[in-house]
Nanobody
Framework: QVQLVESWGGLVQPGGSLRLSCVAS????????VVWFRQAPGKEREEVSC??????????SYADSAKGRFTISRGNEKNTVYLQMGNLKREDTAVYYCAAARTCWAAALGQGIDYWGQGTQVTVSS
């Protein structure tokens, strides 16, 4: 059974940092684009960041709200992708999901997403 599992999020103060991980089982993430989405209460899911497959050269993309604050990367461990979040703001509060997709281009259109994690809660509050 293919599974994507996000690490535990938690409570972070504004201005703080947090690293999320996405670990896959029965799936070689190197061959997939990996996308981080988030969904805040009462809002639609939005893409935060994407990293292309290793064969695709691994370019990354970020939502405007994440540029300069968030970094997506593949870990030295196999089947692991990270989202490093810094200078967190209250509006970053959401459930964060990782997903495996065909390409970042397709994922940006809501297409080609093959697998989803169950999500992890990140709360930014004082």
């Amino acid at each position: 059974q293919v599974q994507l599992v996000e690490s535990w999020g938690g409570l972070v103060q504004p201005g703080g940092s947090l690293r999320l991980s996405c670990v896959a089982s029965e799936l070689a993430l190197d061959y997939y684009a990996v996308v981080w989405f988030r969904q805040a209460p009462g809002k639609e899911r939005e893409e935060v960041s994407c990293i292309s497959s290793v064969n695709g050269g691994g370019p990354t993309s970020y939502a405007d709200s994440a540029k300069g604050r968030f970094t997506i990367s593949r870990g030295n461990e196999k089947n692991t992708v990270y989202l490093q979040m810094g200078n967190l703001k209250r509006e970053d509060t959401a459930v964060y999901y990782c997903a495996a997709a065909r390409t970042c281009w397709a994922a940006a259109l809501g297409q080609g997403i093959d697998y989803w994690g169950q999500g992890t809660q990140v709360t930014v509050s004082s």
